[in-house]
């Protein structure tokens, strides 16, 4: 089983949107694909309209007892672990189990048989839970809006990896919400489109991808031959192609 963590620690840079159109892209290739919401605000639960079940909280979670959780999605291959709420202190509960980088690992390698794919939307922190997450991951896909700041939030990513000893080919990275009609994205994405680390997908500014709140599905779910689902699928490609 390969482990996909879209992360970033800023906000707002599309994680989210990239984690349910990528699970999509992975499950219609066949692949038996989890994706695993580890955001408390829940909402890769939301656009898949699953909910937590009551009984699930932090506590099951950080023991490994995910399967009862684990809820199918109306799509084929496609499962889903929707975030509780008690996730917020994720961080806390993970402070006090010794500090550990090696947590996460140790809960999903029981999911090792039944998937082939877990993709995991993460929450934008640079805490010890990213740390966990760096170290669970196979890959780590941080999409980068052509910015200054998104620049500087991927450096940082870079400097933890670098801290935790792994290897940077595990770092990807990919512009996000682009807009070429700003140059600030343009002159961006050409001082650091050519780096070894960002991938040449690029997921532009749509509307489509906003829908997704609307419609609560994929964007290739909802409007197939769309400039966003073509991307998205591009993408995806592209991730798979560089992480395995
Ligand atoms: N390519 C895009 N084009 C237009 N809007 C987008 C695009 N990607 C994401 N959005 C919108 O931007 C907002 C933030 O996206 P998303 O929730 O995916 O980001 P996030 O990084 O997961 O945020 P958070 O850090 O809060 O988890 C959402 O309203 C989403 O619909
Ligand atoms: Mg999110």
Redesign the pocket.
């Known amino acids: 089983m390969k482990i996909i963590a ?1 992360y ?1 620690s ?11 159109n990528l699970s999509y892209s992975c499950a219609r290739s066949g692949r038996k694909t989890l994706l695993c919401d580890i ?1 408390p ?1 829940g ?1 890769a639960g939301y656009y898949y309209r699953i909910k937590p079940k009551e009984s699930f909280n932090r506590k099951l979670f950080l023991k490994g007892d995910l399967a009862p959780f684990i809820r199918g999605t109306d799509f084929e291959n496609l499962d889903l672990l929707p975030a509780h709420f008690s996730f917020r202190n994720l961080d806390i509960a993970l402070d006090g189990q010794g500090r550990s980088t090696n947590e996460l690992k140790r809960i999903f390698a029981g999911l090792k048989d039944e998937y082939d794919v877990l993709i995991l ?4 922190n640079m805490t010890l839970l990213s740390e966990n997450i760096i170290m669970a991951a196979d890959l780590i896909v941080t ?1 980068v809006i052509p910015t200054t700041l998104s620049i500087l939030s991927f450096a940082q990513l870079i400097k933890l990896a670098d801290k935790l000893e792994v290897k940077r080919k595990k770092l990807v990275a990919f512009f ?3 807009d070429k009609r700003k140059n600030m994205h343009t002159d961006t994405i050409l001082k650091f489109g050519k780096k070894k680390m960002f991938l040449v997908s690029e ?11 609307i419609y609560r599905q994929p964007v290739a779910a909802s409007a197939p031959s769309s400039s ?1 689902a073509i ?1 998205y699928e591009q993408l995806w490609l592209e991730v798979w192609r560089r992480g395995m």
């Open positions: 879209i970033s800023k906000g707002g840079v599309g994680k989210t949107a990239t984690a349910v955001d605000q909402a939307d993460c929450p934008p999409p996000s919400m682009v997921i532009p500014y749509l509307a489509d991808v906003e829908k997704m709140g966003a991307a």
